[in-house]
């Protein structure tokens, strides 16, 4: 693996106050970068997945992956396989624009499907939820134009088709649920 390569875990933790410090705390303790970092409650609410995509090699990846499995308050690390997983981020983009140019964001906004959420005399600001790829085109088409501000979130993913990532302890009362 290429060490610019990026690997998206999923992390399954109690949904505790300060379990977010001890996982991240993990990470510049061992001098690990984060690209990205989501976090939310899950379909159970004594539990939160955390998305974290880190850069590295092989080797980087799997130390990640033991040393989340040590933290206590941590369910269950997975890492999402390249290709069989849908990957989001959101982001706001503040666009500088002469009025003759306004029509021009415009079109640019329609044809990346960004939404238009604030306008002012000179200013735009645009809602885009896509792959990290497609916003990086989005920022590039805006640049010209001249970006005050952009603000983004976190990716955020899901397992692609029926495959879902659980708890082991859910998981056993799923299969206990379906015997009855």
């Known amino acids: 693996m290429d060490q610019s390569m990026k690997t998206t875990l999923s992390v399954l ?14 990470f510049s303790r061992r001098g690990f970068n984060i690209d990205s970092l989501a976090v939310g409650v899950t ?10 995509v880190v850069a ?4 980087t990846v799997e130390q990640i992956e033991k040393q989340l499995n040590k933290v206590i308050p941590v369910i269950k690390v997975k890492r999402l396989a390249e290709g ?23 079109k640019i906004a329609e044809l990346m499907s960004a939404r238009i959420v604030d306008v002012s ?23 010209p ?12 993913a ?12 859910r998981q056993r009362m799923d299969i206990s649920e379906s015997a009855l």
């Open 121 to 143: 005399k000179s200013t735009l600001t645009l809602e885009f939820t896509d792959t990290a790829e497609r916003t990086e085109t989005l920022e590039s088409l805006l640049r």
């Open 13 to 26: 933790v109690e949904n505790h106050a300060g379990v977010l410090s001890k996982v991240v705390g993990l």
């Open 43 to 52: 379909e159970n609410p004594a539990i939160s997945r955390i998305t974290i």
């Open 158 to 169: 899901i397992e692609k088709g029926e495959t879902v990532t659980r708890s082991q302890k």
């Open 56 to 59: 590295g090699g092989e080797y």
């Open 145 to 156: 134009y001249g970006i005050k501000e952009v603000v983004r979130t976190g990716a955020i």
């Open 84 to 106: 069989k997983y849908i990957s989001r981020m959101l982001t706001f983009f503040k666009v500088s624009f002469a009025a003759s140019r306004r029509s021009e964001l415009m």
